[in-house]
């Protein structure tokens, strides 16, 4: 299973010196360490200003008291830490072509984006979504936050299956219910669902602050519209269960062929359009490829 890769010490190795490039909120506040959600590690002095009644007294300057007989209270800025969700797509459809190994590709990316992410110590979890027979739509890891828990994602990853209905605005819509600070959210999906399906969950992000990246992968076949030989079939969705007699033609498989392409397209157009990063990710064997070409079109950068 393509999942597997992501936790090779010869894949790990090749993403140690990628990081993800964000937009990080800078806060100045005078005699507080404790603004939001600090990274300690990102906490420095910023300047000095003159002491006032009610400052903190814990962030008087005593050298200059002591050199100029003056109270100076020091300011610091700190960096906000940027939280980053990577919501992985685990419908039935993410099962097929049979073979093609769709979720294994999503979740070794999801895996390796997550990884990337932790560069800077910012908090990090990978999310599943589908809609399953229990109603639920999404599954969430804890939050990780250094690269040597890293390893704590491989249960999640390798303990994924595909099932159920796509239903990416539902998803989305649960994932904004916890209200958390505004971050990245990543979405690595077929999108085979209606447009205005996939249009709702990515406003719904963005009308909530987020950064948003898109991932949208195919299976080897699916992407050049490999598909049987000619003839009458009995074809059912696998993730509504509707049955519908088919038939496969030359003409078929190019009508077929050039609607992936206006999915793509179609996808890429509304990325485009709302500022939303967006990658393609077809075909399991293209791996490599994916992460060299692709990711930099995310932010991924050296």
């Known amino acids: 299973m393509l999942e597997t890769r992501a936790f090779e010490p010869e894949f790990i190795q090749r993403l140690d010196n990628l990081v993800l490039g964000v937009t990080r909120a800078r806060t100045i506040r005078a005699g507080r360490r404790n603004v939001g959600r600090i990274q300690g590690g990102g906490i420095e002095v910023e300047n000095f200003r003159q002491y006032a009644e009610g400052d903190d007294l814990r962030f008087l300057d005593w050298s200059a008291f002591a050199r100029l007989d003056h109270l100076a209270i020091r300011t610091f800025r700190a960096d906000r830490q940027v939280e980053l969700t990577v919501m992985i797509d685990a419908s039935a459809s993410m099962a097929v072509p049979e073979g093609d190994d769709k979720l294994g590709l999503a979740l070794a990316l999801g895996a390796g984006l997550a990884y990337i992410g932790m560069s800077e110590n910012d908090p990090v979890r990978l999310a599943a979504f589908a809609r399953r027979r229990d109603g639920r739509m999404l599954e969430t890891t804890p939050f990780h936050r250094r690269r040597e828990s890293y390893p704590g994602f491989r249960d999640f990853v390798t303990g994924i299956r595909c099932g159920g209905e796509t239903r990416l605005a539902a998803a989305v819509g649960e994932l904004l219910l916890e209200r958390r600070q505004a971050g990245i959210v990543v979405i690595i999906s077929d999108f085979l669902v209606n447009p205005g399906d996939y249009e709702d969950a990515l406003a719904q992000l963005l009308a909530a602050h987020h950064e948003v990246k898109v991932v949208h992968v195919m299976g ?3 992407a ?12 059912r969705d696998c993730e509504t269960g ?3 007699e088919v038939m496969i033609g030359a003409r078929e498989a190019e009508a077929s062929r050039q609607r992936v392409e206006l999915h793509a397209n179609r996808l890429c157009d509304f990325c485009t359009r709302r500022g939303i990063s967006y990658a393609r990710a ?18 991924v950068i050296t």
């Open 242 to 244: 509707e049955m519908r």
């Open 224 to 235: 050049v519209g490999a598909y049987p030989p000619p003839g009458a079939y009995r074809a």
């Open 282 to 299: 077809f075909g399991a064997s293209k791996l490599d490829a994916v992460v060299a070409q692709e990711f930099p079109r995310l932010g």
């Open 220 to 222: 080897d076949r699916e």
